[in-house]
C-alpha cells in the first residue's frame, strides 16, 4: 500500500472518530439515542460533494466488528433473567424471524417487479435480525419495565443465528438451486446451536482457569478483547454458529469474572470496553448513514419516485409483520411459562406488548447480510434483484431507526408506561444484607481488640449504621443523616483533590503521584454517588 493511501485511511479514520464524538455530544444535549443521530448525521455527510466515499465491508463487520459487540453485550447480561425469558425470548429470536421471512416471500412477489418467493426468502432473511441499542437506550431511560427490556436485549442476542441461518438457505435455493428439506434445517439449526454454545461454552472455561492464575490489568484486558475473536473463530471453522460460541462465551464469563477479577482490574475493563464498544457502534451507525450514495449508485434503472414507494411500503410491511406477530406471540410464550414452567407471571398488558413490537429496529447486521450477497449465480449470471434488496434493506433500516426511535419516547409516555418500574428492591435489600453483614463482622471482630484500635471499630460500625439508615424502611421513608454525611463527604472529596492539584502545581509532587492520589479520589467518589 502506497504512503498516500495509508495517510488517506489514516485521514478518513480520525475524522470518522471525530464525527462519532461530536454527533454523540450532540444526541445527549438532545436527550435523543446516539445511534439515531449519528445515523442521520451519515446520511447528511454523504450528501455533501467531495465528501470520500466508505464502503461498508461485510467481511469487516462479520469478524471485526460483531464478535465483541455481541460478546460484550452476553457479558453484561443477567443468566439469570436470559434463562427465566427464555420462552418469549424464543418466540421473538425464532418464531417471529421465520414469520417474517415467510410474510416478506409471500409478500414480495406482488410488492416488488422481479421478485419471487425465493427471493422474497432471502429479502425476509436479510432484514429479520434486529438491533436492540436504540430501543433498549432509550426504555431504560424512560423506565420500561425491566422485563420488557431483558427480552428485548436477550432477542438481538439470538435471531442473527436464525436470521443468518434462514439466508443460508435462502441463498441455497436461488445461488444452487437446491431446496433444503424441513429435516434439513432442523438438523442444520441443531448443530450449529450444539456445536456453537459447545465452542463458546469451551473458550469460556479455559479463559476462566486462566484469569484465576493471572492478576494483572494489561494481560487480562488484552485476553477479554481476544476472547470474542478466538471464540468466533474457532466455531466457524467446524461450520457451527459463531455468534452463538461468541453469546455462550460471554454469558459464561460475564457470570464468572466477580470470582477472577480483582477490584483494580475490573475497574479498567469496565473502563476500556465501554469506550471500545462506543467506538465500534459509533462507526458502524455513523458508515450506514455514509452508504446512501453506494446504495443508490446500484439503482440506476429505477426512478425516485419508484424508490420512495417501494422503501416505504417494505418498511411499513417489516413493521406490520412484527405488530402481527408479538400479540399471539405473548399470549402463547406466557401460557407456556405458566403451565409448563410454572411461571406465576401474568401476560403483559395490550399496551405493553404493542411497544415490544415497535421497537424491532434494524441495525448494521442486516445490512452487511445484504451487501454479503454473492454478486453471481452459480451459472455465471447475475444475481437477480440484488441491488434492491440492498436498497430495501437500507430503507427499513433508516426507517425503523429513525422513525420508530424517535416516536418510541413518546409511545412510551403515551401509554403510560414510563416510569412505572419504581426503586429496586433487589438492590436495595442485598445493600441492606450486605451492610449488616459487615457490622455483624465488626461485631465480632471488636470484641478481643486492644483498647487503642476500639474507636477505630466504632468509627467503622458508625459508618455501616448511616449506611443501613440510608435505604428505605418498611414505611417507605428514608433517614436524611446520611444524605447530608454523603453531600459533605463530596465537598471534603473536592477540597482534597483541589489540594492536591495546587501541590503538583507548585512542584511539590509529581504528576505521577497526582494520578494516583486523582484515582483513588475518584473512586471515592463514585461509590459515594452510587444510588442508594
Known amino acids: 500500500m502506497h504512503e498516500s493511501s495509508i495517510q488517506s485511511v489514516q485521514i478518513v479514520f480520525l475524522l470518522l472518530l471525530l464525527f462519532v464524538a461530536g454527533f454523540t455530544a450532540l444526541a445527549r444535549k438532545l436527550q435523543t439515542p446516539y445511534p439515531i443521530v449519528l445515523v442521520v448525521a451519515g446520511l447528511v455527510l454523504s450528501l455533501i460533494p467531495g465528501i470520500p466515499r466508505v464502503a461498508l465491508n461485510p467481511d469487516v463487520v462479520f469478524l471485526v466488528v460483531l464478535p465483541p459487540l455481541l460478546f460484550s453485550a452476553a457479558w453484561l447480561t443477567s443468566w439469570r433473567d436470559f434463562v427465566y425469558n427464555l420462552v418469549s425470548i424464543s418466540f421473538l429470536a425464532f418464531g417471529l424471524v421465520g414469520f417474517t421471512v415467510l410474510g416478506v416471500a409471500g409478500a414480495a412477489h406482488y410488492a416488488f417487479p422481479g421478485f419471487d418467493w425465493r427471493l422474497g426468502v432471502v429479502l425476509g432473511a ?7 441499542i436504540a430501543a433498549t437506550s432509550i426504555a431504560k431511560r ?35 438451486g437446491q ?50 475473536y478466538a471464540a468466533y473463530l474457532a466455531a466457524e471453522f467446524i461450520h457451527a454458529s459463531g455468534i452463538l460460541a461468541v453469546v455462550a462465551c460471554g454469558l459464561y464469563l460475564g457470570r464468572g469474572s466477580a470470582h477472577f477479577f480483582s477490584a483494580a482490574v475490573r475497574i479498567q475493563a469496565n473502563a476500556v470496553w465501554s469506550v471500545f464498544t462506543f467506538i465500534l457502534n459509533g462507526f458502524v451507525f455513523v458508515l450506514i448513514g ?53 411461571q406465576k407471571e401474568n401476560r403483559p398488558p395490550a399496551r405493553q406488548v404493542f411497544v415490544t413490537g415497535w421497537t ?25 434483484q440484488r441491488n434492491l434488496i440492498i436498497f430495501l434493506t437500507f430503507s427499513v433500516i433508516l426507517v425503523t431507526l429513525v422513525l420508530q426511535g424517535l416516536t418510541l419516547p413518546a ?107 486523582l484515582q483513588e479520589l475518584d473512586l471515592s467518589e463514585t461509590r459515594h454517588r452510587l444510588p442508594g
Open 126 to 132: 436479510v432484514i429479520a435480525t434486529t438491533d436492540a
Open 411 to 517: 409511545l412510551i409516555r403515551a401509554l403510560g408506561l414510563a416510569g412505572v418500574t419504581g426503586p429496586n428492591c433487589e438492590e436495595t435489600e442485598a445493600r441492606r444484607i450486605m451492610a449488616e453483614a459487615a457490622l455483624l463482622e465488626l461485631e465480632k471482630a471488636g470484641k478481643d481488640v486492644e483498647a487503642d484500635s476500639a474507636a477505630l471499630y466504632e468509627d467503622l460500625k458508625e459508618h455501616y449504621r448511616r449506611r443501613l439508615s440510608s435505604l428505605p424502611q418498611d414505611d417507605g421513608t428514608q433517614d436524611g443523616s446520611y444524605e447530608k454525611f454523603v453531600t459533605v463527604s463530596l465537598e471534603l472529596l473536592r477540597t482534597e483533590r483541589e489540594t492536591a492539584v495546587k501541590l503538583r502545581n507548585s512542584g511539590r509532587i509529581s504528576d505521577e503521584v497526582l494520578r494516583q492520589l
Open 290 to 342: 455514509l452508504q446512501l450514495p453506494l446504495v443508490r449508485e446500484g439503482i440506476k434503472t429505477y426512478s425516485s419516485g419508484s424508490l420512495l414507494l417501494y422503501g416505504g411500503l417494505f418498511s411499513v410491511l417489516v413493521i406490520v409483520l412484527r405488530l402481527l406477530w408479538v400479540f399471539p406471540g405473548t399470549t402463547l410464550a406466557y401460557w407456556i411459562r405458566r403451565h409448563f414452567l410454572h
Open 179 to 228: 431446496t433444503p428439506t424441513v429435516t434439513s434445517g432442523f438438523l442444520r439449526l441443531a448443530y450449529l446451536t450444539a456445536a456453537g454454545v459447545g465452542v463458546g461454552l469451551l473458550i469460556g472455561a479455559v479463559v476462566h482457569w486462566v484469569e484465576h492464575q493471572i492478576d494483572d490489568a494489561p494481560i487480562e484486558i488484552t485476553i477479554s478483547i481476544l476472547v470474542p
Open 142 to 176: 424512560i423506565g420500561l419495565p425491566q422485563r420488557v427490556v431483558d427480552v428485548l436485549e436477550g432477542e438481538s442476542l439470538l435471531n442473527d443465528v436464525t436470521g443468518l441461518l434462514a439466508l443460508e438457505f435462502g441463498l441455497a435455493i436461488v445461488v444452487a
Open 360 to 384: 424491532g429496529m434494524r441495525g448494521v447486521i442486516a445490512l452487511a447480510a445484504a451487501l454479503s450477497l454473492p454478486e453471481a449465480l452459480a451459472d455465471g449470471s447475475p444475481f437477480p
